[in-house]
């Protein structure tokens, strides 16, 4: 068996140890942590896709993932300025 | 060759992302700055899912979360201080109220406690008008 075929689902396994472990983080207190934990969340998420989308060549999860990372992004920074209210 | 590098680079990539999840759930509730240690933290995450991205070839994605990364980080941290932080930030501790001085029936804490307190000007133009029970003389 390949050796990077084996560091790819090695490399996978670890963001679903992540994933996990950012949902958890993401029910502490603040509003703040559950952003945090949901961004992390939805980036693990785009880099399963896209490992998985190169491990089976399909090139359609390459896209998914690229949206998913744009979008977490925007998400996650409009949340954060709805929650930091204005500087005033 | 570029195999072994390639794999080299997943398999830091994994390392990093085991040892932010660790460090995530291991840290205390009761570390101060919990929240911006934890930011911190998911940093390293990031910069293990840079390395994994290119591992597998993704070097445009790559560079593109590497610019898009620290804003995320910057925009949590920001809302957070803002609004959430009382451990640092004393605007968040004191709680400004609006004070209306010509209200005709609520009147604010500071004037009570001024016309209450023992100088107070009005309390000693009170005193020609009070008895206490140790003037009076029964036996008048």
Redesign the interface.
Same mark, same amino acid.
């Given at each position: 068996m390949?050796? &990077?075929f %084996?560091?790819?689902f090695? *490399?996978v %396994? $670890?963001?679903i140890?992540?994933m996990?472990? $950012?949902l958890?983080?993401s029910a502490?207190k +603040? /509003?703040?942590?559950g &952003?945090?934990g949901s +961004? *992390?969340v939805v980036? $693990?998420f785009a880099?399963v896709l @896209?490992?998985g989308g190169?491990i089976y060549n399909l090139g359609f999860y390459?896209d998914i +993932? @690229?949206a998913l990372?744009f979008f977490g992004?925007i998400g /996650?920074?409009a949340?954060? $300025?709805v &929650? !930091? !209210?204005n500087d005033e | 060759m570029i195999e072994y590098v390639q794999s080299a680079l997943l398999l830091i990539s994994a390392f990093l992302i085991i040892v932010a999840a660790v460090g995530l759930l291991s840290l205390s509730k009761n570390t101060k700055n919990a929240v911006y240690a934890r930011i911190h933290i998911v940093g390293v995450f990031d910069v293990a899912c840079i390395i994994a991205m290119i591992g597998i070839g993704q070097y445009l994605l790559a560079g593109i979360y590497f610019i898009l990364a620290p804003f995320t980080a910057h925009a949590i941290a920001n809302a957070y201080w803002k609004k959430e932080d009382r451990e640092n930030n004393l605007d968040l501790v004191t709680v400004e109220e609006d004070v209306d001085y010509n209200h005709p029936f609520i009147h604010p804490k500071d004037k009570m406690q001024v016309l209450e307190s023992e100088n107070s000007e009005k309390l000693k133009a009170d005193d020609r008008f009070s008895v206490t029970t140790l003037e009076i003389d029964e036996g008048e």
């Open positions: 390949d050796i &990077l %084996i560091s790819k090695i *490399v %396994i $670890a963001l140890i992540m996990l472990a $950012a958890r983080a502490y +603040s /509003t703040s942590m &952003l945090l +961004s *992390v980036v $693990a880099m @896209l490992i190169d390459k +993932s @690229l990372i992004f /996650t920074v949340f954060a $300025a &929650l !930091g !209210g | -």
